[in-house]
C-alpha cells in the first residue's frame, strides 16, 4: 500500500517497523507521539496539564498495520474547536471523550466497530494509565499487548525539513535567552532570580520554558536558590525551551568579569572534548565512533576524571533514538552504538567538567547529522560570556 496522499509521517516505514514486532495495531497515547502521527496537533487546553476532574486527558491515534487510510483519533471534548478550525489527516475523529477510561472505551468501539485486526496491539505502555490499560485489556481478552514505543522511536529518528527548522530554532532562541540574561545582571543577583528571567526570556521569545539547571561559582548544586552570582564568579546555565514541542537544550557558561588564564583552559578542555565527538558527526559512521573520539580526548586531559561526556538522540523527546551509551543517566540499551547514524538524526552532545575549585564548566549543542557531516543548531555564545555588560552599558551612557 502506498502512503496516504495526506499522511504527515513515513507509514511505510511505520507499517515495516509493526511488521517486524509482529503488531497488528498499534495505539499512540503520548503527546509527542500523538503530535508526531498527527502532523503537530496539540491540544491547546491540554498543553502543560493532564488532569481534569476525577481522571486526565488521553489523547488516543489508532493505527493499523497497512491500513493508514484507516487511521483514526480518539480526543477530548476540549479539542472540538481546534478540529473545526484545523481538520486532522486521519479518516475518523471522535472528540468526546473527558477522560482516561472513556477515551479507551470509545477506542476499543471504533477498532470493533470499524473490524480492524487487533490480535497483537502496541500501545504505548509507560503513557497508559492503569484504568485505561484496564478497559483495552478486557476489550479484547484474547489478544496480547506489547509496548509500541520501540517502533514510534524508531520512526521518529531522521527528521524531516520543518522539524530540523524548529529544533535550530529553538536552539538559537535558548541560546539567546541565556546570553541576554547573563549579560543583563550582576553581582548579587540570585540563582533564583537568573532563572525566572531565563523563562522570561525564552517566553517572549516564543518558546515554552522547560527547565534550567544552574551553577554559580565553585558550587556544584544545580537547583535554583537563593545564593547569589558574586564578581569574578562564573555561572552555567543548561536549559530546556521547546518550540511546538520540538527541543531546545543547550548549556552556557557566563562570568562576571574575566576568566583568568586556568578558566580559559578549563572550558578549552571541555570544547575540545565537544570538537572530537563532532568530526564524527555524519552519515554513514556507527554511532560508537562519536564516543571513542570523545574519550580519547577526555583521557588525554589532566582532569579526566572529574570530566563526563555524553551523546544521546534529541527531537520532541530528550533521550529519544539514537540511543548510544548503556551507561548514560537515563536507562537504555546501546542499540544504536553499533548501527550507522542515519542523516537527518539529531545528537544532544555534552561535556561537564566538575572542577572541585572553579565549579562546573559545561558546554552542550545540538548537533545535525548530515550525509557529508554535522551543523550545529545554535552555535553562538560558546566561549566565556561576560556578565553584567548590559547594565553596565547603561550606567556608562547615563553617566555620559
Known amino acids: 500500500m502506498q502512503n496516504p496522499p495526506s499522511a504527515p509521517f513515513d507509514t511505510l516505514l511505520l507499517d515495516r517497523l509493526m511488521e517486524a514486532a509482529g503488531v497488528d495495531l498499534l495505539l499512540a497515547t503520548s503527546k509527542p507521539n500523538v503530535q508526531y502521527l498527527l502532523g503537530g496537533h496539540r491540544s491547546g487546553f491540554f498543553e502543560h496539564a493532564d488532569a481534569i476532574g476525577l481522571s486526565r486527558y488521553l489523547p488516543i491515534v489508532i493505527y493499523p498495520r497497512g491500513r493508514a487510510d484507516q487511521t483514526a483519533y480518539i480526543g477530548h471534548k476540549m479539542e472540538t474547536f481546534q478540529q473545526e478550525v484545523s481538520p486532522l489527516w486521519v479518516s475518523a475523529v471522535r472528540t468526546a471523550s473527558s477522560g482516561s477510561g472513556d477515551a479507551m472505551r470509545q477506542a476499543v468501539e471504533f477498532i470493533k466497530t470499524a473490524g480492524l485486526p487487533a490480535r497483537r496491539i502496541a500501545a504505548e505502555l509507560g503513557f497508559l494509565p492503569a484504568d485505561a490499560f484496564q478497559v483495552l485489556r478486557d476489550g479484547f481478552p484474547g489478544s496480547q499487548t506489547l509496548d509500541a514505543l520501540p517502533a514510534l522511536e524508531r520512526l521518529r529518528a531522521r527528521k524531516r525539513p520543518h522539524e530540523i527548522d524548529k529544533l535550530r530554532l529553538a536552539s538559537d532562541r535558548v541560546i539567546d535567552a541565556m546570553l541576554a540574561v547573563i549579560a543583563g545582571h550582576g553581582p548579587g543577583t540570585t540563582k533564583h532570580q537568573l532563572v525566572e528571567a531565563l523563562r522570561r526570556e525564552q517566553v517572549m521569545r516564543g518558546l515554552d520554558f522547560d527547565y534550567c539547571l544552574?551553577?554559580?561559582?565553585?558550587?556544584?548544586?544545580?537547583?535554583?536558590?537563593?545564593?547569589?552570582?558574586?564578581?569574578?564568579?562564573?555561572?552555567?546555565?543548561?536549559?530546556?525551551?521547546?518550540?511546538?514541542?520540538?527541543?531546545?537544550?543547550?548549556?552556557?557558561?557566563?562570568?562576571?568579569?574575566?576568566?583568568?588564564?586556568?578558566?580559559?583552559?578549563?572550558?578549552g578542555e571541555v570544547d575540545a572534548i565537544q570538537q572530537a565527538a563532532f568530526q564524527a558527526v555524519r552519515g554513514g559512521v556507527p554511532g560508537q565512533t562519536i564516543y571513542d573520539l570523545a574519550e580519547a580526548v577526555r583521557r588525554r586531559s589532566p582532569h579526566a576524571g572529574d570530566i563526563a561526556f555524553l551523546a544521546h538522540g534529541m527531537g520532541l523527546v530528550s533521550h529519544e533514538v539514537p540511543h548510544l551509551t548503556a551507561t548514560g543517566p537515563v536507562p537504555y540499551p546501546a542499540e544504536d552504538a553499533d548501527r550507522p547514524l542515519d542523516s537527518g538524526m539529531v545528537l544532544s552532545i555534552e561535556t561537564t567538567l566538575r572542577h572541585p575549585r572553579r565549579g562546573f564548566i559545561k558546554l552542550e549543542d545540538t548537533v545535525l547529522v548530515r550525509e557529508q557531516g554535522h551543523e550545529i543548531l545554535g552555535a553562538a555564545g560558546r566561549g566565556w560570556n561576560r556578565g553584567n555588560t548590559r547594565s553596565a552599558a547603561a550606567a556608562r551612557s547615563i553617566a555620559a
Request: hydrophobic fraction near 35%; charged fraction near 20%.
Open 214 to 267: 544552574i551553577t554559580a561559582g565553585s558550587s556544584l548544586n544545580r537547583a535554583a536558590s537563593d545564593q547569589p552570582w558574586q564578581a569574578g564568579e562564573i555561572l552555567s546555565l543548561d536549559s530546556g525551551g521547546n518550540f511546538q514541542g520540538y527541543i531546545g537544550d543547550v548549556c552556557r557558561m557566563g562570568i562576571l568579569g574575566e576568566p583568568d588564564t586556568e578558566l580559559v583552559d578549563l572550558l
